[in-house]
């Protein structure tokens, strides 16, 4: 009858250890959990606060940087200066660009003169083509990602003009767009 | 006697095994979170640093230089890929703490930076400075950064050089009453037993038994501040973007003739184009240069200019 009794008691405390470690091991990895969500949001947060920055940064270097700038082409050098030839040139070798900027999706948009049909962005006729150049308003230089933070910032967009056989420097208000 | 002894025995070995179990498992989980902490915090800074380095990058700025301070005594290591598309530099920072260099192994690459530094500059505080790379039209700004631990000593510089190097105001560059001094890495234009050679003639920058070849002082300076491996990879990815740039000024020469002002130098960009196609090393940028000033002195007298 002891036997009997103390065996139970036995399993009763190994029941009790199970339970116990059971219990602990749970409460360790939903702690362990936690911990990891805590750090991966700060993670996250700084990746973004740290995209922001340097979008910021990147759009008004990618105003003056020789595949967008007008450089000695229109007078002196001007700063925040975009040759629409060039831009045009470089949309149509786009591809090899894609992963050069860290932006997804870069886009000129004329501010002014303005076309008010092309307030709207889904008109077509808006969008700069081989055909339209350079009677366009938006000139989509890569277009990868349509979603996403914009940085854009205010630029003069160059182009050769002529007129009765003489030429000029035809600058127009632009806004340069990227999104990240 | 013997029963109470087992029993209190199996308890005990179980409680230590476990509670064993439990605190490897803790000291492990906290091992491993401080581990990516640290990591977390070297790629925060790597690509801090890549951030920093863009503020420096403008297009009209001759030659600028920032100051950057780490929080601990650091290695910024400098990898450079020139294979696939315009290659790429990666930015990653090792880490002195507890008496040892502490590897990330995250490396943040740029597709769009040209850094010219040694393998590895190591300190605390590391100064960086740009100067814009025209091959004949602008290429890129290519940024420098040493440790404010390593001390550069120009000695015969050209006049325009040496005012450029006081300008920059950099501390660790000097141009004057620093020849004696041994601790200094001594770079001679004039004489030719020194750490650094610079041959203005033979456009080239030799140091102990290598040699590299520039054009212009953007990358004269480049060869004085880098190693040879990451100089000469710098050179091809900068010979990479000049082929894409050479394409983009054909298309638009074609565009400006279209409104009918010829340019005159679509022929020698194509020849430009396919001269760039089959440069392998820096030693090649003298033939590259023939060209380069023939497009210079074509493009300055066009009716109108392409850059």
Known sequence: MRNVNSGKKGQVK????????????????????????????????????????????????????????????????????????????????????????????????KIYPSTNDCDNEKNIKCVCTEQNYPNCQILKVLSGNSTGNDVSTFVSLCRKESFHGTFYDKCELAKLIVRF | MKKGFLDISFSWIFAILIGGIILFAAIYGVGKVSRIQETKVSAETATD???????????????????????????????????????????????????????????????????FSSDYEEGRGFYAFTKPFEFPFKVANLIYLTSEDEEYCFVGTPLKMQKEIDELNQPNLFTENCEKNTSMIQVCFTKTNCDIVVGLTGKYVRKGTEQVYFDGDALMYAAIFSDKDIYECEVLRLMQRTKE????????????????????????????????????????????KLTSDTLKNGNDHAKCKLW
Not at chain 1, 49 to 75: H, I, Q, R, T, Y
Not at chain 2, 56 to 81: F, G, M, Q
């Open chain 2, 245 to 288: 740039l050479t394409k983009i000024y054909e298309d638009k020469a074609l565009r400006v003739k279209e409104v009918g002002c010829n340019s005159d130098v679509l022929t020698d960009l194509n020849l430009f184009e396919s001269e760039i196609g089959v440069l392998n090393s820096s030693k090649d940028l003298a033939q590259l």
């Open chain 1, 14 to 109: 190994i029941q009790q250890m199970a339970f116990m470690i059971v219990t602990l091991t749970i409460f360790f990895i939903l702690v362990g959990l936690f911990a990891l969500s805590y750090s991966y949001s700060g993670l996250k947060s700084s990746k973004a606060a740290l995209d922001e920055k340097n979008a910021m940064l990147l759009v008004s270097k990618l105003a003056n940087s020789p595949e967008f700038s007008c450089e000695g082409s229109f007078g002196n050098e001007k700063v925040s200066c975009v040759d629409f030839d060039k831009v045009m040139s470089l949309k149509s070798s786009s591809s090899k660009y894609e992963t050069f900027w860290d932006f997804k999706d870069i886009e000129i948009r």
């Open chain 2, 49 to 115: 640093i890549g951030g920093l380095l863009s503020s420096l990058e403008t297009s009209i700025e001759s030659a600028k230089s920032i100051y950057l301070k780490l929080p601990v005594e650091s290695r910024i290591r400098n990898k450079c890929d020139s294979y696939e598309g315009f290659g790429r530099v990666g930015i990653s920072i090792d880490e002195y703490i507890k008496n040892q260099w502490a590897s990330s192994g995250i490396n943040v690459y740029f597709e769009n930076k040209y850094l």
